[in-house]
């Protein structure tokens, strides 16, 4: 399974976007990038995957550098319901299993 | 009901205890995990099911058990136990695709073993 590594905290004022970033050098042709995120007490919820193109959606942006060896998961106005660990995640086509590192754990300060 | 329902929330259990965690999924998916989390650890993948059959044992002991009845219901059974095996586990699911399917997660079952 290919590595990611993510600062293991972070913290962003509320209301203020948020930049997470992930190094993902090993990275394959194949490979999507995947981020989940854990809120306290409950399981990793979906946030955003891509593989190639930048990404938005209702939770969040995800861009993917030009050489795919980095990505950024940007929340645009972080709320305090955004206080969570965010992982990082690599996932190829040939259907490999959904592997967790230690993620970064975010703090949003009101 | 909808997504990834799991029971019991809470269960405290000696080590000469038998119990099963259940999970049971309503989306419709035909894949089924179940992972652990331990204090402070990242999450573990241990069992994962597709099309009803175990397609993936991380060596995980033989006192968990998994047992994956049809493609909505997914257990682990649990016997003798150790306190090391205190943990967060977490069943999930997901529609197998190539490589950008999403896990669907439960809430959890929280084990305590004494």
């Known amino acids: 399974d290919a590595k990611t590594t993510q600062p293991n905290s972070m913290e962003s004022n509320e209301e203020e976007p948020v930049h997470l970033p992930c190094n993902h050098s090993?990275?394959?042709?194949?490979?999507?990038i995947h981020w989940y995120r854990q809120l306290p007490s409950q399981g990793p919820e979906y946030v955003i995957h891509?593989?190639?193109s930048n990404v938005n959606n209702r939770m969040a942006s995800l861009a993917i550098a030009e050489d795919r060896k980095s990505s950024t998961l940007i929340l645009h106005r972080a709320t305090l319901r955004d206080a969570a660990v965010y992982y990082c995640i690599l996932r190829d086509d040939t259907g490999n299993q959904f592997y967790f590192g230690t993620g970064t754990s975010l703090t949003v300060i009101p | 009901e909808t997504g990834v329902t799991q029971t019991p929330r809470h269960l405290v259990m000696g080590m000469t205890n038998k119990k099963s965690l259940k999970c049971e999924q309503h989306?419709?998916?035909?894949?089924m995990y179940w992972y652990k989390q331990s204090a402070k650890k990242p999450l573990e993948l241990m069992f994962v099911y597709s099309l009803e059959e175990r397609v993936e044992n991380n060596s995980v002991p033989s006192r968990f058990s998994p047992e994956c009845p049809n493609s909505s219901h997914l257990f682990l059974h649990l016997h003798t136990l150790q306190p090391e095996d205190s943990a967060l586990y977490l069943c999930?699911?997901?529609?197998?695709?190539?490589?950008?399917?999403?896990?669907?997660f439960g809430s959890g079952t929280q084990l305590s073993v004494l």
């Open positions: 891509g593989l190639t």
């Open positions: 090993t990275i394959s042709g194949t490979d999507y």
């Open positions: 999930a699911s997901s529609q197998v695709s190539r490589g950008y399917e999403k896990l669907f």
């Open positions: 989306l419709g998916h035909n894949a």
